[in-house]
């Protein structure tokens, strides 16, 4: 059953699968919205400028709200439209909705809006520096300590001392299709949004203070989702709200499409961050002590700034073995658009300083970088920085050794060294180790509660009811997977609803690699629980599985999380038990740098990784294959450019992404070691490789030239200047 295909593809494919845009209803008009053309200041006058009949438009302002103007998520402190002031460029002001979408955009260019600019704020280490964050409230969105052992005594029994700093920027998710909403929206029958979204709660806890209704007057549906990487996690909350706003005003179905160019300016990116390291090393080698300082940008609000940085202060100090850990890490506050969740959030960006640095020691102690951190591995028995013990099969010597002689490591390096002495194109190869922590950070999923239904019909075929949403990724065919394997049964007998509140429980959210693990889990609960309510013998057919259904009549079963076995995790002290299951990963990178041009590309790329079970071999290659690219990207082409705060390249022929021209032939490898908490043995997959391929790249860039770099993306450009520096 592992190569089943996909349950939506039919319908993708034949191009019936309706996505938000190809939605239509019985007089539907479309909305828009107006934004803030400055970073920050105070809203003086709104005019209506002649050239468009304003009597035929539905404008909403903040005063329409009904109930409370805010987007509920973690910190409640971001507007669904700002009423005085204004904290970042194009934040939303006001709505306005026609029949005619075409002169929704005349009519927005002539709403004027007066301003008293007031001084802005779009650098980090600015932000630390100031008193107190330019509207009143404190820069720092969050702050984090995470210690283990005495950091300080370690530096006066050290034999060497290696310090270095980091920084990534922002990155787009660029999903093939943008956000888009279509609301319905009375008082008597409350509020329903259909739409392109990963976290159909989310939107729900929103809407619900918004309108001032209870939660069974708002439904949330999802369509089709042509993609999302983490940036339809929190945001379509803003443009639900906004959707449903205009159609409460105007008594109409609306729909509100965000275009490319509005998609990229408006919504959130990854977080950008810096990051410094201070390691101690004894005389062999050995670890002693690592010092990590960890800042990323989170924008005008808060968003999930919190836990993108919690992920990343964890992942910071990788998977080695070190008696002395502190990580001091801050969420700060800028005059840009809030930054917020992208596939890894937080891991891909500490990840890349740790693996930089690793290459660094090993330098400077003049070993190899496998030796360094083989001898540096966690192991099973050791304990995290956080003081986790790694009770599962770990030997990250023997992945770390399988990928290398996979990619023909050590021959190449001494070929790329002969052949680069006069070669006008140098070649160069690099590796990273990590590991990527799968579901919510510590008491995360004991607090969700996650709720998953079976249903089984009299016919013998059965229905899961969840949440997570299938967003290219292959949530469905998956979950559908795991109640077939667990039932015995064929896989087409098995369906999932499509996410709707009002038909399915609350899941929790699409996001952190959980949803085969967690989620599939619950599944293979309620099959289990299926089984036993129909009375089974150990062993059976599909044909008297039907049978039983037949006899007993249709049956719902309901399973909640429970967390397994002894798992302990202290939010105050941030120590303990970090996450269920970790995954671990080797990557590989061969490149190739023209010293005329900076061009750098990459020819080979090698992906190991251990992540329990693999259920669908297909899918998992394809989400590492994706994942590769998109840490492609990252790494070497992706550069938002900002502008008072604001991204000026935000169109698709000035923002850079790897194209099919520029995937290397990518070698994807599994080591399977069954996790006995997740569905089938599976463990997380979707973001871990995310994070490995920058520092592989980097790494490899440097042992091509002999140059050092510590930022990406990494430019032509820039490889230039140090060469002819």
């Not at 201070?278 to 836990?307: H, N, P, Q, R, W």
Request: charged share 20%; net charge negative; aromatic share 8%.
């Amino acid at each position: 059953m592992s190569h089943v295909l996909r349950k939506e593809v039919t319908a993708k494919v034949t191009g019936k699968a309706d996505y938000v845009d190809d939605l239509q209803m019985p007089g539907m008009w479309h909305g828009i919205t107006v934004r803030s053309t400055i970073a920050r200041g105070r809203i003086q006058k709104i005019t209506f400028q002649d050239g468009v009949p304003w009597d035929e438009f539905t404008v909403v302002t903040a005063k329409d709200i009904p109930g409370k103007n805010i987007v509920s998520l973690i910190v409640e402190d971001q507007p669904y439209l700002a009423s005085e002031m204004v904290n970042h460029m194009h934040e939303p002001i006001l709505l306005l909705a026609h029949p005619n979408k075409y002169i929704l955009e005349k009519a927005r260019s002539l709403v004027k809006i007066d301003y008293e600019r007031l001084p802005a704020i779009f650098d980090m280490d600015a932000s630390l520096r100031a008193d107190r964050i330019i509207w009143g409230k404190d820069n720092l969105f969050k702050h984090y300590l995470m210690e283990k052992g005495d950091v300080d005594s370690a530096w006066s029994r050290a034999a060497h001392i290696f310090e270095g700093e980091y920084a990534t920027g922002a990155q787009e998710q660029l999903y093939i299709e943008p956000n888009g909403m279509v609301a319905t929206a009375n008082a008597e029958e409350g509020v329903t949004v259909r739409g392109s979204m990963q976290c159909p709660y989310y939107i729900h806890k929103s809407l619900v203070p918004l309108f001032g209704l209870p939660e069974n007057k708002i439904r949330v549906i999802q369509q089709e989702t042509g993609g999302a990487f983490g940036g339809k996690e929190e945001y379509p909350s803003m443009i639900a709200g906004h959707a449903a706003l205009l159609a409460w005003k105007s008594g109409h179905p609306v729909k509100l499409i965000y275009d490319r160019e509005e998609d990229m300016a408006a919504t959130t990116k990854r977080h950008p961050s810096r990051t410094r390291h201070k390691t101690a090393i004894a005389e062999d080698g050995t670890l002693l002590a690592m010092d990590i300082e960890f800042v990323i940008d989170g924008g005008a609000y808060a968003t999930l700034s919190a836990v993108v940085l919690s992920r990343g202060t964890i992942h910071a100090p990788g998977p080695y073995r070190c008696p002395n850990v502190r990580v001091r890490s801050t969420a700060v506050a800028t005059n840009s658009p809030p930054h917020g969740a992208f596939r890894g959030f937080g891991a891909p960006q500490s990840i890349f300083a740790l693996e930089r640095q690793m290459d660094r020691i090993a330098r400077g102690l003049n070993m190899p970088p496998e030796v360094f951190r083989e001898q540096n591995f966690l192991r099973t028995g050791d304990t995290t920085a956080t003081g986790q013990t790694v009770n599962q099969s770990l030997d990250l010597a023997g992945l770390q050794k399988r990928a290398l002689m996979h990619a023909d490591y050590f021959d190449k390096k001494v070929q790329f060294q002969k052949s680069n002495t006069t070669a006008r194109i140098k070649k160069g190869i690099g590796f990273a180790t990590f590991f990527h922590g799968a579901g919510f950070t510590g008491s995360g999923e004991r607090y969700l509660q996650s709720v998953a239904k079976l249903r089984a019909t009299p016919d013998g075929r059965v229905e899961i009811l969840c949440s997570m949403t299938e967003m290219g990724q292959g949530t469905n065919t998956v979950l559908t997977q795991v109640a077939a394997e667990t039932l015995r049964i064929p896989y087409e007998w098995v369906t999932i609803l499509r996410p709707d509140t009002a038909r399915v429980p609350n899941s929790g959210p699409t996001v952190a690699s959980r949803t085969t693990m967690i989620i599939g889990r619950l599944v293979e609960n309620a099959s289990k629980e299926l089984r036993e309510k129909l009375n089974l013998p150990a062993e059976y057919s599909a044909e008297q599985f039907a049978r039983a259904c037949e006899s007993h009549g249709a049956l719902e079963i309901t399973v909640q999380y429970q967390e397994p076995g002894a798992i302990f995790w202290d939010d105050q002290k941030y120590r303990g038990d970090a996450y269920g299951a970790y995954s671990w990963a080797v990557y590989v990178a061969e490149v190739s740098v023209d010293t005329m041009t900076g061009e750098t590309c990459v020819d080979h790329f090698t992906a190991l990784q251990e992540v329990g079970r693999v259920l669908h071999p297909i899918l998992a290659a394809g989400q590492i294959e994706g994942g590769v690219l998109q840490g492609i990207g990252f790494a070497l082409y992706e550069k938002v450019q900002f502008r008072d705060g604001a991204m000026v390249n935000n169109q698709m022929t000035n923002y850079i992404v790897p194209t099919s021209m520029d995937v290397p032939r990518i070698s994807v490898l599994f080591e399977e070691v069954p996790y006995e908490h997740g569905a089938l043995g599976a463990k997380g997959i979707g973001e871990l490789p995310m994070d490995g391929p920058a520092p592989a790249i980097l790494n490899a860039v440097e042992d091509a030239l002999g140059v050092s770099f510590h930022a990406v993306p990494l430019l032509p450009e820039e490889v230039l200047l140090r060469l002819v520096a």
